[in-house]
């Protein structure tokens, strides 16, 4: 047995622990704060009760608000720039997925001895980077606790730079932020994270057995809270759950990666622009049934957590599980077809070409995906 674990240092659970974001950076030497964050994030409100404490203990504070979905090359230069005009000695990732990842980029490029062409891949970042401190407002991504940042480099691709040195120092993860947070988002979130742990579980490469229990366990939390959460808004203990849920989750595909559901998943959203987290529930269903002949034994394990008591064989297990998971975003009432986002069959051969340039991803899978099955999986979530 061998493997090299990483996480993030500090991981605080604090109902409310964004309030005290200030005192944070302080007690950490912090004098000038850079937030990294989305208009979303902003116009709901949700910074408001961190920032009088930044008055109150003399942190000098700017906020760049400019993150998209999916960020492209131009975002992260900006909000570098912005980190380097305010001189910002502390920076803090508020908001999801998006915004936490391009905060880890600007933490790590914002002293210029890097430049972001250079960094994409695995191990490339050599830091040293800014202090860092990551608060995720959706239960998903888990990029809290997470070594990779996702970069929208074309109008086809995505490439993501993989480096320790973009784990923040700590993690905050307050259930408050999620409070409220619309239906749909709630559930391409928490669907996306499921995707996380199930395809850390059952990766080729890197497969460990602490990743395999926080899977586990973050499935656990996921698929019990995720309806649950959808329903009611406000139901806060079934919010922390699920807020927890996503940072296992993450800490389980940081150290044991992703594979096929999210290579299939990137075009999608770069080409289309759908939300990661739906693109992931719109391949989730096909991607499993494909790779079920690889990988029963372990989805049946799994069916075991997120739907106890399912019967027959691991292989007749797997089959259950799968057309569960595939039919899950229909039944929270997200689309359920890639034809309800917008796509048609002239887009499949596009879709699969693009697919095939993931092979960070698409190594990771346990039954290879070749060009001509990309086409057809596609075709399946049709």
């Known amino acids: 047995m061998q493997f090299d674990f990483h996480s993030t240092r500090s991981i605080l659970v604090e109902r409310g ?3 005290h974001l200030a005192k944070r950076i302080q007690e950490r030497g912090g004098k000038s704060a850079l937030i990294v964050t989305d ?16 008055t109150e203990l003399g942190i000098a504070l700017t906020v760049y608000s400019e993150v998209q979905a999916d960020p492209p090359v131009v975002i992260i230069e900006q909000a570098v720039k912005a980190a380097q005009e305010c001189r910002a000695d502390f920076i803090v990732g508020f908001g999801g ?6 905060a880890k980029l600007v933490a790590l490029l914002a002293s210029g001895k890097e430049r972001l062409s250079d960094v994409y891949g695995v191990g490339m970042a050599k830091g040293p980077r800014l202090p860092l401190i990551l608060v995720p407002t959706t239960a998903g991504t888990g990029s809290e606790v997470t070594t990779i940042s996702i970069v929208t480099v074309s109008e086809s691709e995505k490439k993501g730079v993989v480096s320790p040195q973009l784990l923040p120092d700590v993690a905050l993860l307050d259930a408050e932020l999620t409070l409220g947070l619309p239906a749909h988002v709630t559930s391409a979130t928490g669907i996306d994270a499921m995707v996380h742990a199930i395809e850390a579980f ?3 490469r890197l497969k460990n057995p602490v990743s395999d229990c926080l899977a586990k366990e973050a499935l656990r939390l996921l698929a019990g809270n995720l309806h649950r959460s959808v329903k009611n808004s406000g139901d806060i203990v079934a919010r922390e759950n699920m807020l927890l849920g996503a940072c296992l989750a993450g800490m389980a595909f940081t150290n044991a990666p992703v594979a096929g559901v999210h290579a299939l998943a990137y075009p999608i ?9 739906l693109s992931n529930s719109l391949m989730l269903g096909p991607v499993m049934r494909f790779n079920i002949e690889a990988a029963h034994a372990m989805y049946a394990e799994l069916g075991q957590v997120i739907r106890p008591g399912l019967q027959g064989s691991t292989l007749q297990q797997a089959k259950q599980l799968a057309d569960y998971l595939g039919g899950l975003a229909g039944e929270l009432g997200l689309p359920k077809r890639l034809a309800d986002v917008g796509i048609t069959a002239a887009a499949i051969d596009q879709l699969a070409a693009d697919a095939m340039l993931q092979t960070r991803l698409l190594q990771n899978s346990p039954r290879e995906i070749t060009l001509s099955d990309a086409a057809m999986l596609y075709q399946e979530a049709l």
Not at 39 to 50: E, Q
Not at 97 to 102: Q, R
Request: glycine residues 16%; positive net charge.
């Open 97 to 102: 997925g998006s915004s936490m990842d391009v």
């Open 269 to 277: 959203g770069a080409r289309f622009h759908v939300p990661h987290g």
């Open 17 to 19: 622990g964004a309030a």
């Open 39 to 54: 208009p979303g994030v902003l116009s709901a409100g949700l910074l408001n009760p961190s920032l009088s404490q930044f």
């Open 202 to 204: 059952t990766t080729k």
